[in-house]
């Protein structure tokens, strides 16, 4: 009899502490999907924590994948019953396809943490390039390099390549063909003086005369070690 006082009193009290802990849910559900978005633009969607426990629920760490960032919004520490909102981006540039991201929560909530939101998108373009960035690598200080870029017109209409700009040192990009026809395909040649060494980046943003996406950016690397 003594013994099984004794277990009620322990489930009792385990019962007790976990119904006033701390208890972390995503409004809404982890899973999202932005949808389709053009390459180069930037998304972003609001969600809310809320503290479904009894005691006050601490954010110890918020952590994005690559080319996504989160920011808690209110304060990391959230009352019982309160609730605190993330604010989650995704830049779609360097990105084709389908893709998957996902965000790590940590918190005082031993029994949900970490907590881990996922979210897909699936990045379109009117000109697809391949590859998806300008990568020169193993370059020597004062040297030139030339490499070439296929672009393709991934409509159903004519699209026409007005200019190409950018802010890049010794970087020249001639486009062969400017004017595509539906699923055509034409060369860049990109290429670039390095003056300098280490690791250097920029963009090249191709002007069209497309409506739905009349700027698209193509990323530009280079590491140029010394002579």
Do not use: W
Request: proline share 3%; with cysteine.
């Amino acid at each position: 009899m003594k013994y099984l006082v004794v277990l009620i009193i322990c489930v009792l009290m385990i019962t007790g502490i976990s119904y006033s802990q701390s208890k972390i849910e995503v409004v809404g559900g982890t899973n999202f999907d932005f949808g389709d978005i053009y390459v180069g633009t930037k998304t972003e969607k609001i969600i809310t924590i809320k503290n479904k426990g009894k005691d006050t629920l601490v954010i110890n760490n918020v952590q994005a994948s690559c080319g996504c960032t989160a920011t808690l919004l209110s304060e990391r520490l959230i009352p019982a019953g309160k609730s605190a909102t993330l604010n989650v981006g995704f830049d779609s540039k360097g990105f084709d396809g389908k893709v998957h991201k996902t965000v790590t929560i940590t918190s005082n909530d031993s029994a949900n943490s970490p907590v881990q939101i996922n979210f897909t998108a699936n990045v379109k373009s009117v000109l697809k390039f391949e590859p998806l960035y300008i990568y020169f690598q193993q370059m020597k200080s004062d040297s030139t390099a030339t490499t070439k870029i296929t672009v393709k017109n991934n409509t159903t209409e004519a699209i026409e390549i007005l200019s190409a700009q950018h802010k890049v040192q010794g970087l020249q990009v001639d486009i062969m063909q400017r004017k595509l026809m539906p699923n055509e395909s034409t060369q860049i040649s990109v290429s670039y003086a390095a003056f300098s060494e280490g690791m250097m980046q920029g963009e090249v943003t191709f002007n069209t005369n497309n409506k739905q996406q009349p700027k698209i950016p193509l990323r530009f690397f280079a590491y140029v070690r010394a002579k």
